[in-house]
T-cell receptor, first 110, second 116 residues
Framework: LAKTTQPISMDSYEGQEVNITCSHN???????ITWYQQFPSQGPRFIIQ?????VTNEVASLFIPADRKSSTLSLPRVSLSDTAVYYC???????????WGAGTKLIIKP | NAGVTQTPKFRVLKTGQSMTLLCAQDMNHEYMYWYRQDPGMGLRLIHY???????AKGEVPDGYNVSRLKKQNFLLGLESAAPSQTSVYFCASSYSNWARVGQPQHFGDGTRLSIL
């Protein structure tokens, strides 16, 4: 069965670039890898999604190596408002169930 | 633009009581999902639906039932609430298969349920 591993927490400072890596094995071959952001008392919010190589949007970049056994969410020039929990989401290769990471609590300091 | 709306936002139940959580989406999405979120465990899928009139089990379906009588609504029922079901419940929807065609899920803001 697929399994995901993310760091439990990370600290950084305003203006820095932050990279959060999710390790995932046995993921579905044809499925996307998705990252979400969650603030307290709110539902997760979609950040970025990719299948392979690199994807960039207005808020983040996502790097996926060729073996797709990990993915790295990159947040450029973070601010205090980026303090949140970040989740990766993948599909299981055997049963196509949704597999969420346990989340990385990111704290941005002034 | 409401997106995904969950009701109620908070509820306290006694063990053995029953209740229904309502999820409504106004985006004409085919897929809908119910999750529970417990501290340190991320999100776990309870049930999901790929269209009106269809439902399927997720990772942790025991103790819950669902119905999707209308495309825009997805109901989660607890027939006999237990303390282990104390959690935050999230509903989500997506246009189609979230993973295969890159369609992200849109979430409501959750229902906080306590079972005493």
């Amino acid at each position: 069965l697929a399994k995901t591993t993310q760091p439990i927490s990370m600290d950084s400072y305003e203006g820095q670039e932050v990279n959060i890596t999710c390790s995932h094995n046995n993921i579905a071959t044809n499925d996307y890898i998705t990252w979400y952001q969650q603030f307290p008392s709110q539902g997760p919010r979609f950040i970025i999604q990719g299948y392979k190589t690199k994807v960039t949007n207005e808020v983040a970049s996502l790097f996926i190596p060729a073996d797709r056994k990990s993915s790295t969410l990159s947040l450029p020039r973070v601010s205090l408002s980026d303090t949140a929990v970040y989740y990766c989401l993948v599909g299981d290769n055997s049963n196509y169930q949704l597999i969420w990471g346990a989340g990385t609590k990111l704290i941005i300091k002034p | 633009n409401a997106g995904v709306t969950q009701t109620p936002k908070f509820r306290v139940l006694k063990t053995g009581q029953s209740m229904t959580l309502l999820c409504a989406q106004d985006m004409n999405h085919e897929y809908m999902y119910w999750y529970r979120q417990d501290p340190g465990m991320g999100l776990r899928l309870i049930h999901y639906s790929v269209g009106e009139g269809t439902t399927a089990k997720g990772e942790v379906p025991d103790g819950y039932n669902v119905s999707r009588l209308k495309k825009q609504n997805f109901l989660l029922g607890l027939e006999s609430a237990a303390p282990s079901q104390t959690s935050v419940y999230f509903c989500a929807s997506s246009y189609s298969n979230w993973a295969r065609v890159g369609q992200p899920q849109h979430f409501g803001d959750g229902t906080r349920l306590s079972i005493l």
